[in-house]
Every structure is written in structure tokens, then in C-alpha cells.
Antibody
């Protein structure tokens, strides 16, 4: 069965960086993309961007351009999302999700809480 | 790309039907059939309920249905059940993905 398992909660200071991992299993990793979605406390979903696990092509949300980098390691079927220059309003649960035309965001990780606080 | 517009809340009694609207523009909802809907229970990850306007993934009850007219997509839940109480988000994908603000469904 398809599973996406994310890394654990993080606490960061303003200005720092965070890197969240998302390990995939149960399918051919390079056949699908991975999207990252975040959700601030009590707020809605915000799409952060997408990466192709096949060739590493990326498409970032305009709002996060320059601060976010998405990568994959095909040898371990793991996707990564790094967010730099953290601010308090980056405090959120960060989700990875498998992306495909047939089943958009069809499978989700369990979420990773990132807290930005001085 | 601006967020899609959803009502903040809807409610219904068990057995009734409800509809949640999702309004965009001709550049997203109205121009393409890449509209999907997600259900999210408190503290849980979202779950795909409808994709490409009206298709249900395997395992999603046929009480859930989707449609689109012009720039507005809709999610209808018939035969409302207690476990349907959750937040619902629509999403559209063109060159980037955008979500609606979410609708809280209360089952009375």
C-alpha cells in the first residue's frame, strides 16, 4: 500500500532553515510527483509547490519563490522540502502528498509540525 | 493566483443532502476540468474525495458527487452521515495549484 512517512516535529528560531523529509513506499517513486502543502494553525490549506521524482523538475508557489527548495533522493525514495529565512507565520503543519493527473494529491503524509518561535 | 471562494460553513441533518460551492475564474475552475475536493477531519491529513470535477477515487462512497457550471464547482453529499462532519477544500490545478478557503460541514 502507498505510504508517505514524514520526519518529526521541529522548533526553529526566526531566520533559521528547516528541512522536512517524506519517505515513500508501496509504489514506484519515480513514476509520480510530490507536492508540498502547509496549514497554519486554524487556517486552510496552502500549496507550496511540486517536484517531479522522475527528473527533479520543480514548480514553486510564487509566494515562496527564493525561500523554498524541493529535492528528491531516488535511491531512498525520499522527498525533501527546505524552507529558509523562517518567520513566525511559517508556523504550520507541513504535508507531502503524491501527485498525479489521475489522482491529484491522492495520498498524503501524516504531517510535520514546524514551529517558528524565538 | 487567488484562492478559490467557498462558504465558511454549511450544515445539514442526517439523511439530508448538502452542497458546497467553489467559485473561481475562467482561468482556473471555469477553464479546466482539474477540480478536486478534499475532506479533512480535525488533526488528520486531508483525503481526496473527488478529482477531475466528478470522479470518485476507489473507496469513496457514491454519496459524494461533484459537478461544475461555469466558474463554479460543487460538491454534493447526499444521505448525510455523522462521520461526514469535517472541513472540505476544493482545489484547482492549472500551471499551479490553488485551494479554496475551506468549508466546515456540521451534521446537526
Amino acid at each position: 500500500q502507498v505510504q508517505l512517512v514524514q520526519s518529526g516535529a521541529e522548533v526553529k528560531k526566526p531566520g533559521a532553515s528547516v528541512k522536512v523529509s517524506c519517505k515513500a513506499s508501496g509504489y514506484t517513486f519515480t513514476s509520480y510527483g510530490i507536492s508540498w502543502v502547509r496549514q497554519a494553525p486554524g487556517q486552510g490549506l496552502e500549496w507550496m509547490g511540486w517536484i517531479s521524482a522522475y527528473n527533479g523538475n520543480t514548480n514553486y508557489a510564487q509566494k515562496l519563490q527564493g525561500r523554498v527548495t524541493m529535492t528528491t533522493d531516488t535511491s531512498t525514495s525520499t522527498a525533501y522540502m527546505e524552507l529558509r529565512s523562517l518567520r513566525s507565520d511559517d508556523t504550520a503543519v507541513y504535508y507531502c502528498a503524491r501527485e498525479s493527473a489521475a489522482l491529484p494529491l491522492g495520498y498524503w503524509g501524516q504531517g510535520t509540525l514546524v514551529t517558528v518561535s524565538s | 493566483q487567488s484562492a478559490l471562494t467557498q462558504p465558511a460553513s454549511v450544515s445539514g441533518s442526517p439523511g439530508q443532502s448538502i452542497t458546497i460551492s467553489c467559485t473561481g475564474t475562467s482561468s482556473d475552475v471555469g477553464g479546466y476540468n482539474y477540480v478536486s475536493w478534499y475532506q479533512q477531519h480535525p488533526g488528520k491529513a486531508p483525503k481526496l474525495m473527488i478529482y477531475e470535477v466528478s470522479n470518485r477515487p476507489s473507496g469513496v462512497p457514491d454519496r459524494f458527487s461533484g459537478s461544475k457550471s461555469g466558474n463554479t464547482a460543487s460538491l454534493t453529499i447526499s444521505g448525510l452521515q455523522a462521520e461526514d462532519e469535517a472541513d472540505y477544500y476544493c482545489s484547482s490545478y492549472t500551471s499551479s495549484r490553488v485551494f479554496g478557503g475551506g468549508t466546515k460541514l456540521t451534521v446537526l
